[in-house]
């Protein structure tokens, strides 16, 4: 964008500076309170740690170590860089790191030190039995693992991990219900769960973690270093800023590519939302609203393939589902998402009369496409690797190598050898809050898979559930929404996956589905009041009220709430034959063409009938009895029955015909 076009943007628009934008991050997002460190030789010692941190990932990508091994250095060295990185406490000094700091830190690299050391006699000698000094080491890992979680995350976190490891200590004691009763335990048992094997705090997890998740926050660091945001605003703003409610509609697609390449949701409210919401508030949308539909785009991006957040290998991982059939399967889902939210959007500057941006302050397309079009080839390259049956692990590293590559295309883009550097230091640091929330995660998994009680949660969702899909759908999203109230993305789905997913099993319900289906519900925890933090997020930037924006958020998100029922009744929408298929099953065919137009077809019409029923205007303005009528209209052509969709298609065309109608005498000139 020239100079000339983004002053023309910026005329009469207060636009958040950098500093604001920090302090509005660390307000909502915990991983953003790092350390300002002024001592220079500390900053560069720190910086040569995460740099190494990251040549050790792209080395053991090509060079396998066993893998406890692997994932004990993951951990250890992003929980010792927590510690430089993020100060005890809100009220400590940042700009040094204290004694304590350097102690805790040297303590956690001791803890991958002593498995390394240990690995031959833990796994031949010991068979994986833990002596005492296993069980100590066990512990301080533990606590130092919890410890660099609540710095970085927060503390709901690591009291979830608190409560479950509580429970194998007084599982077996009388009083505990049956259902939920146990076995004894000790701290061998416990702690070798925990420590020496691959099933908890080196989990699936954590294996996650190091294998895909950081090489992927990695490649973004990458892009992002290229100029990529940059490319997606101006793109953006090409493409919907001179549109009805431009300045939002841009909000939308920007924030929703922004969203699957970083999968941090508040960060990408503020980073992008700093841009975009105060050229909304400008156009007349209200605060509240301006907020919310950043906060909506940004948790609705990490449900966009081809990335999704870097969750879209876990799945992979999780399931056993390849990771080409997950991002297929998650694509109409997630532009029938954006397409609600994009048409609220609309209906609303309908309603209230408001413009975009004139075209002349805008960037063109094609200058657009000059500068940095050739940013989008790594994406591209991405996921032909990926298609191609590429590792996923080396696809990352193939496209962060191309990333630089084509990057020097042009001067604009070029990276130097300061910034692959810069790089490399930035994905590090990026990667330790998914990193510690893995960690943290796989406490949980641990204690899960010692004591079973993921069984327990099963079968209580199952009673609730009284043998009812639909209702057993409803609570399992219940708690999908609860365990991931306050978590990233990652995390949210891994506890949802491993506690709520299982119930839906028994519904013949395949693993796909129903990991989806909890992964979207997970995911909105994130704006849904009363732990709404991206909506808070887009509030601080926009002065709105926090709670009021949530609402926002929620109502803007309406189809998302919908969709996920709409794929499990009817997995066409998933572009997945599983008809006879078990629930466990890894591979699927294609579903019927016809199938998979009929269902989006009708999801499309219902899903823009509801968004105009939301904002009570199509074409006119509706009163109450039409969008009530319009709403119940929506939900019909949206629920996968035939009779169901041909009420659904009378009453919206009625409504839709008499809207247009009303319109044309409202514009037309008065009669003698």
């Not at 102690?103 to 956690?108: H, N, Q, S, W």
């Not at 833990?122 to 301080?140: F, K, S, Y």
Request: proline share 4%; aromatic share 10%.
């Amino acid at each position: 964008m020239s100079e000339t076009e983004k002053k023309g943007i910026a005329a009469e628009t207060e636009f958040l500076d950098e500093q604001k934008q920090e302090a509005l991050l660390e307000k909502f997002d915990a991983d953003s309170r790092t350390r300002k460190i002024s001592k220079r030789t500390v900053v560069l010692f720190i910086s040569i740690v995460a740099i190494l941190y990251s040549v050790f990932h792209l080395y053991t990508t090509f060079n396998p170590i066993p893998a406890l091994q692997q994932r004990a250095v993951h951990v250890a060295v992003g929980v010792g860089l927590i510690f430089l990185l993020y100060p005890m406490t809100k009220k400590q000094s940042r700009s040094r790191v204290p004694w304590l700091d350097w102690l805790l830190f040297i303590g956690a690299i001791a803890t991958a030190g002593y498995l390394i050391s240990q690995y031959t006699a833990i796994v031949t000698t010991r068979g994986g039995i833990p002596n005492t000094a296993d069980i100590v080491m066990a512990i301080v890992t533990v606590l130092l693992v919890l410890e660099a979680a609540r710095r970085v995350t927060g503390w709901i976190l690591p009291v979830l991990a608190l409560i479950f490891l509580s429970y194998p200590f007084f599982s077996h004691m009388a009083w505990v219900p049956i259902s939920m009763a146990t076995r004894p335990f000790d701290l061998g048992d416990i702690f070798g769960q925990l420590y020496l094997k691959t099933e908890g705090l080196f989990s699936t997890a954590i294996g996650a973690s190091v294998n895909f998740i950081f090489l992927f926050i990695l490649f973004g660091a990458f892009l992002a270093k290229s100029g990529m945001g940059q490319l997606f605003n101006d793109l953006a703003l090409a493409l919907a800023g001179h549109k009805q409610g431009g300045p939002a509609k841009v909000a939308v697609i920007s924030s929703g590519f922004m969203g699957s390449i970083n999968g941090a949701a508040v960060a990408n409210v503020v980073g992008t939302g700093a841009f975009t919401i105060p050229m909304m508030k400008k156009i007349g949308y209200s605060k509240n609203f301006a907020g919310a539909v950043e906060a909506s785009a940004s948790v609705g991006g990490q449900i966009l393939p081809p990335i999704m957040g870097a969750s879209a290998f876990i799945m992979a991982e999780t399931t056993g589902v390849e990771y080409g059939t997950i991002a297929l399967a998650a694509l109409i889902p997630a532009l029938l998402y954006f397409l609600g939210v994009i048409m609220q959007v609309h209906f609303r500057a309908g309603r209230r009369g408001l413009k975009g941006i004139p075209k002349a302050d805008l960037p063109r397309v094609k200058e657009v496409m000059k500068e940095r079009g050739h940013l989008l080839l790594p994406i591209l390259l991405l996921v032909f690797f990926l298609y191609q049956g590429v590792p996923v692990g080396q696809t990352a590293i193939y496209t962060i190598i191309s990333t630089v590559i084509i990057a020097a295309i042009r001067k604009e883009t070029r990276m130097g050898f300061r910034d692959i550097l810069a790089a490399l230091d930035s994905g590090a640091r990026q990667s330790l809050s998914v990193m510690v929330a893995c960690a943290v995660v796989g406490i949980i998994i641990g204690v899960v898979s010692l004591t079973s009680f993921g069984n327990v949660m099963t079968s209580s969702i199952a009673s609730l559930g009284a043998g009812s899909l639909f209702l057993t759908l409803f609570f399992t999203m219940l708690a999908s929404m609860v365990l991931g109230m306050g978590l990233p993305s990652i995390p949210a789905y891994i506890i949802t996956a491993t506690m709520a997913a299982p119930a839906l099993a028994e519904f013949d319900i395949p693993i796909i589905v129903a990991h989806l289906f909890v992964f979207y519900f997970g995911i909105f925890a994130n704006i849904t009041p009363p732990v709404a933090l991206a909506a808070f997020a887009g509030a601080g930037i926009s002065g709105g009220d926090p709670m009021k924006t949530g609402f926002h958020a929620l109502k803007l998100s309406a189809a998302g709430f919908l969709i996920p029922y709409l794929f499990v009744y009817n997995p066409a929408m998933l572009m997945l034959d599983t008809e006879g298929i078990a629930t466990n099953a890894r591979e699927f065919g294609m579903a019927a063409p016809f199938d998979i137009l009929m269902i989006t077809v009708t999801a499309v019409i219902g899903i823009i009938a509801l968004s105009s029923a939301i904002e009570g205007y199509f074409r006119t303005d509706m009163n109450l009895i039409f969008r009530i009528l319009l709403g119940a209209g929506a939900v019909g052509m949206i629920i996968p029955e035939t009779y169901s969709d041909v009420i659904g298609i009378v009453i919206v065309g009625a409504i839709f015909v008499v809207n247009f109608l009303k319109e044309r005498r409202e514009s037309s000139p008065a009669t003698a």
